[in-house]
């Protein structure tokens, strides 16, 4: 079996000094490894990987919506303004639940009913609206927008003074709805934006057999599992699998939240965690001539893949490698 481990927020592209992390394996891994530059938004990274066509297209067909009637996406959010930037964690981050996301869309459909707008939960994390007309206006995709953003960051086009009213709008609905009294309550992020969006292109094509608990997994067009918990939980699912598996793909995207937040001790436990469960597990597999090759990829402005053969070690002459916030050493 080949093995592509998709690991999106892997690289820390920053120049703040990471706590020290113990990733022996993957260490091996970049120093016997090929190394190519492929620089990837997250949308495009989770598109390239989980899905085929429009995200938005496979959106209307799982809600039994018509493909002629405009749509947009809109993604429920946690936001602060700060003086020259903006913090926003999306809905998964902040872990909205349905019966919420099911209240604030049907309120909104009240609140928004005289301008033709009509909200529908796909799931928790990310909604429909339907909207009168098709908009005039471009914003990025939610995946591109998380996190710590330049504060002046919005739509662009003809309509994007409209997209902004209505973003204002909702925000200021947001902010006196009972579900915010009691997520305040609770201690949870509020619920006091949404993101506007059009839409995403995916570019799946292999259908490899795919591990991933990913929400943004749910359009895969192959087979697909939930994602195991180590490197034998995974062989046992493709041995358990109806068909033999030639390719395999691992999505796990447990480091995106942690790169949203700027939570570098989060993301340096689940690093070492993946070193037991995954990398040393994966080269050991390698070195025996278990996998037929392995690629690690990841996204963002150095984002890349690391591309390792059977028994690569035997490469002896090559420099040692430390990860330290960067795929590509």
Not at 269 to 281: C, G, V, Y
Request: proline share 6%; hydrophobic share 40%.
């Amino acid at each position: 079996m080949y093995l592509t481990l998709a690991l999106p927020a892997l690289n820390r592209n920053t120049s703040d000094t990471l706590p020290e992390t113990v990733l022996p394996s993957l260490n091996k891994m970049m120093r016997f490894g090929v190394h190519t530059a492929t620089p990837a938004r997250p949308s495009e990274f989770y598109g390239r990987f989980l899905w085929r066509g429009s995200l938005l297209e496979n959106a209307k067909s799982a809600l039994g919506i018509s493909s002629n009637r405009s749509a947009v996406f809109a993604s429920p959010v946690w936001q602060q303004m700060g003086m020259h930037h903006m913090d926003m964690l999306g809905g998964g981050d902040i872990q909205i639940q349905a019966h919420e996301a099911e209240t604030l869309c049907r309120g909104l459909n009240g609140f928004l009913q005289d301008d033709g707008w009509h909200f529908s939960p796909l799931r928790p994390d990310l909604w429909l609206v339907l909207l009168p007309e098709q908009p005039n206006w471009q914003a990025a995709p939610v995946l591109d927008v998380l996190g710590r953003i330049d504060g002046s960051i919005r739509a662009e086009g003809s309509g994007s003074r409209a997209w902004l009213q209505k973003q204002t709008e909702i925000q200021m609905w947001l902010h006196a709805h009972p579900i915010n009294a009691e997520r305040t309550a609770a201690q949870a992020p509020a619920v006091n934006g949404v993101w506007l969006w059009r839409d995403i292109a995916g570019g799946q094509s292999g259908e490899p057999f795919l591990g991933s608990s990913s929400p943004w997994a749910q359009f895969y067009p192959g087979s697909r599992t939930d994602a195991p918990y180590d490197f034998d939980a995974w062989m046992e699912m493709v041995r358990e699998h109806g068909r033999p598996v030639s390719d395999g793909l691992l999505f796990l995207d447990d480091l995106a939240v942690t790169l949203h937040t700027d939570d570098v001790w989060a993301y340096k436990d689940i690093l070492e965690s993946w070193e037991q469960r995954w990398f040393a597990p994966l080269w050991q597999a390698l070195q025996q001539g278990r996998l037929n090759g392995l690629t690690i990829a990841t996204d963002g402005g150095q984002g890349g893949s690391l591309t390792l053969k059977p028994k690569s070690a035997r490469a002896f002459w090559k420099k040692k490698k430390v990860f330290a916030g960067n795929l590509g050493g």
